[in-house]
């Protein structure tokens, strides 16, 4: 079931995305001329739309795989490295590369730079994938079954039972327990 939602979450978000850019593609230069009448940056613009949907779009699905799917799986320590270990040091360490070393410049710079973060997306959307996929599926969801369970015990406690009737006193009835227990919250309010 959990393999089976991951799968209908990933198919939205793409569907989504490719209506979007579907939708707004042929309005590219009119979305920019709301924001410039620069003749001369409205085509550059027109064009880092297109690679910043491509860029989102793929960040999106990095985002479902490691704070939805590997989270939800419990694997926080392998999100964390991913972020921290592969995510960050290629977005902005790429970035910095075509910047200082590359010396991209100007608005083929830009293009440039942006369609690299596309490709870096593209890139953690692989590793990503890869990781998800294969994964022990049944381990992780018996693993987060069972980190459920071990939290409604103490859930039920705290509200005073399991919910039901139990211990043989009738509803409404309150054990001799119950009376005393009650009696110590009252008393040290």
């Known amino acids: 079931a959990s393999k089976a939602a991951m799968w209908l979450v990933v198919g939205t978000s793409v569907g989504t995305s490719l209506l979007t850019v579907a939708v707004l593609w042929p309005l590219r230069a009119q979305l920019c001329e709301l924001v410039t009448s620069d003749s001369e ?19 999106q699905l990095v985002s479902i795989g490691t704070s939805g799917v590997l989270s939800g799986q419990g694997r926080t320590f392998v999100t964390t490295l991913l972020s921290f270990g592969f995510e960050l040091p290629t977005s ?20 440039a730079i942006t369609w690299a973060g596309g490709g870096f997306s593209l890139v953690e959307v692989g590793v990503v994938a890869l990781i998800i996929l294969c994964g022990d599926w049944r381990r992780f969801a018996a693993d987060a ?40 919250d009252q008393g040290s309010r």
């Open 41 to 59: 940056v409205v085509p550059v613009a027109s064009m880092l739309v297109a690679a910043a949907f491509v860029a989102a779009g793929l960040s």
């Open 92 to 111: 902005i360490g790429g970035t910095a590369l075509l910047v200082y070393v590359a010396k991209l410049r100007g608005k083929e710079g830009l293009l």
């Open 145 to 184: 079954k069972a980190r459920q369970e071990a939290d409604r015990p103490a859930a039920a406690d705290a509200e005073g039972g399991d919910g039901g009737e139990s211990g043989g006193a009738a509803a409404g009835e309150g054990t001799p327990a119950d009376g005393a227990a009650e009696a110590q």
